[in-house]
């Protein structure tokens, strides 16, 4: 494996990482706006978990020319959502996802929400968080910003249980903080992966 060069111009990271922050956050926010519309302050909070999984292609990406082997194909995902509700439309959580090969894996922890629309279950959800990569002999390891956003459709199958299928993109900024000290391939990352899935959720 070949060594990513080592970054020297500390400003123009600085300037790049700066102006992707601000991005994350901002559709964050658009999207915990969208999710809370319509929610009833009456409607008293309680817990819900959400476990579902699928299946669907990542493309991974490198800034630099030498960054190999890039790790993309079509793997199993399984994801794990928890938390609160806020109102009777809106849900706030923990969003825990792994994305795995035979050689490679990628998790990511993100704070979620997630806005129910309609009646039926249709709902958009989103979230921002962290992200790590790493290949299974321990050859290179990345992590950096995360964010994600998705649609689903949850029906009641029951009075606290609904289950329907979700599509899910999950977009990964993988960078160490100090480019000059990473270790060999983990620098300069990018990841995005789609879950077309299922999932079962339980609470109010």
């Known amino acids: 494996m070949a060594v990513c060069p080592v970054a020297t111009d500390h400003s123009h990271r600085r300037s790049v990482k700066a102006r992707r922050g601000p991005d994350a956050a901002r559709l964050f926010m658009i999207v915990s706006a969208f999710a809370s519309a319509g929610g009833s302050s009456a409607h008293a909070q309680a817990l ?41 439309r809106a849900r706030w959580g923990v969003d825990v996802s792994r994305w795995s ?42 992590d950096g910003l995360a964010y994600l956003v998705g649609v689903g459709l949850q029906p009641a199958i029951g009075r606290h249980l ?37 999932a079962i959720a339980v609470g109010s």
């Open 48 to 88: 819900w978990v959400s476990v579902g999984g699928g299946t669907g292609p990542a493309t991974f990406s490198c800034r630099y020319t030498y960054c190999v082997p890039k790790p993309t194909g079509t793997a199993a995902t399984i994801s794990i959502q928890a938390g609160l509700t806020a109102g009777q």
């Open 101 to 142: 090969t035979a050689d490679f894996n990628l998790t990511n922890l993100s704070l979620a929400m997630r806005g129910t629309l309609h009646r039926t279950g249709f709902f958009v959800q989103g979230g921002l968080g962290y992200a790590w990569m790493k290949d299974d002999l321990d050859r290179f390891k990345s």
């Open 162 to 198: 609904s289950l329907g299928p979700i599509v899910t993109y999950r977009r990964s900024l993988l960078d160490p903080g100090d480019q000059g000290t990473a270790p060999i391939g983990a620098a300069g990352w990018r990841g995005s992966l789609w879950v077309f899935g299922a």
